[in-house]
Every structure is written in C-alpha cells, then in structure tokens.
T-cell receptor, first 112, second 111 residues
Framework: DTAVSQTPKYLVTQMGNDKSIKCEQNLGHDTMYWYKQDSKKFLKIMFSYNNKELIINETVPNRFSPKSPDKAHLNLHINSLELGDSAVYFC???????????FGPGTRLTVL | EDQVTQSPEALRLQEGESSSLNCSYTVSGLRGLFWYRQDPGKGPEFLFTLYSAGEEKEKERLKATLTKKESFLHITAPKPEDSATYLCAVPAYSSASKIIFGSGTRLSIRP
C-alpha cells in the first residue's frame, strides 16, 4: 500500500500552460511538503503545510500555488509554465517537525 | 546562513572496498541531521536521524556518526546494491519545517 503517492508521474506541456500535481499520503501525518529537484539533483524545499496551514513558502514565484484540502492531501498548481520550471517535483510528509520524511515517487515536469 | 555541504560529489568503489561520505553543516542549534538514500527515478528514502555529537547509528553496512560540525556515513564492505545517491539534511535555524538538503554524494559500487 503506497504511503505517499503523486499524480501524474510524468507531465509534458507547453510554455504558458497551467498544470496541477496531486499528492496524497495515507500515513496519518500532520505535515506535508513540496520539493523541487533540479537537473543537478539538488533538492530544495518549496512549501510546507502543517494541518492544512501554510508554514513555509520558500521564495517561490507566485505562479506556484499549493492547496491543502485536508491533512492527507497537498496539491500544487502552476500557472504560466516557464522553461525553468522543468524539474522533478517531490511531495513528502512527516509526523511533526523535524522528523523523518516519507517521499512520493516524484513528478517529472518537462516544459517545452 | 544555514548550509549543508556534501563531499565527494561522486565516489566509485570496488565491491568490498569500505569508505566514508562526508556532510558538513553550518546551522545554529542543530535539531537533528538526517541521512537519506535516493535511487534513480525514485524519491529519497529515510536512513538515519542523529541528534547530538558522538551519536552513532547503524543499518546493515551503513553507519552514521555525528560531530559538532559534520556527519559521516561509513560504508563497510559495500555491495553493488548500495549504489545510490546519499543525501544529508538539517532543519534550518529559522524553522524546523524548513529542511535544507545537501547536494548529495553519488555512490557507485562495481562488482
């Protein structure tokens, strides 16, 4: 049974489009995260939510808008996609902070 | 500024050849140092948490240690299946929710 799942796994789209990535965790954790991993494999935090409340917004362009409808879900909507948005996006969750995080399989976004 | 630096960037070893990976950190009031393993095309997988200098944790062929400025991941008699990227991470001083990752060490074990 998958602990942290993301959809879609691959996303190929044109510049200027709007897209969403969905994340769900079935671990009962209270904290969820979005990370961006660039082509050099550097993993950088974007957002952190605790019990549906935004805790961390790490200087991400406002084209990126996270939304947490409940504790188990954290979605990421991206407007007006740019070439530089191409990366792998990981969702993660933890119980409390700081604590070990469980990562999803990632969504590889390619902007053409 | 909080920072995590890992070295070497890449390491190639022969099967059975032991070595160590380094993670240096600069953060005030360390609230834990985390090690993760990442296989190609997958998300990072948690390995260890260390909280205080002198602490050690082991799992199979891996042993993590912590000092006041750095952590080491020792790999004893590695096997090809240990090949992966190893990441270390620390919570930022400003917020325990903000986890800062190092750039990782890409480990390759030749049979």
């Amino acid at each position: 049974d998958t602990a942290v799942s993301q959809t879609p796994k691959y996303l190929v789209t044109q510049m200027g489009n709007d897209k969403s990535i969905k994340c769900e965790q079935n671990l009962g954790h209270d904290t969820m995260y979005w990370y961006k991993q660039d082509s050099k494999k550097f993993l950088k935090i974007m957002f952190s939510y605790n019990n549906k409340e935004l805790i961390i917004n790490e200087t991400v362009p406002n084209r990126f808008s996270p939304k947490s409808p409940d504790k188990a879900h954290l979605n990421l909507h991206i407007n007006s996609l740019e070439l530089g948005d191409s990366a792998v996006y990981f969702c993660a969750s933890s119980q409390g902070v700081p604590n070990e995080q469980f990562f999803g399989p990632g969504t590889r976004l390619t902007v053409l | 500024e909080d920072q995590v630096t890992q070295s070497p960037e890449a390491l190639r070893l022969q099967e059975g050849e032991s070595s160590s990976l380094n993670c240096s950190y600069t953060v005030s009031g360390l609230r834990g140092l985390f090690w993760y393993r990442q296989d190609p095309g997958k998300g990072p997988e948690f390995l260890f948490t260390l909280y205080s200098a002198g602490e050690e944790k082991e799992k199979e062929r891996l042993k993590a240690t912590l000092t006041k400025k750095e952590s080491f991941l020792h790999i004893t008699a590695p096997k090809p299946e240990d090949s992966a990227t190893y990441l270390c991470a620390v919570p930022a001083y400003s917020s325990a929710s903000k986890i800062i990752f190092g750039s990782g060490t890409r480990l390759s074990i030749r049979p």
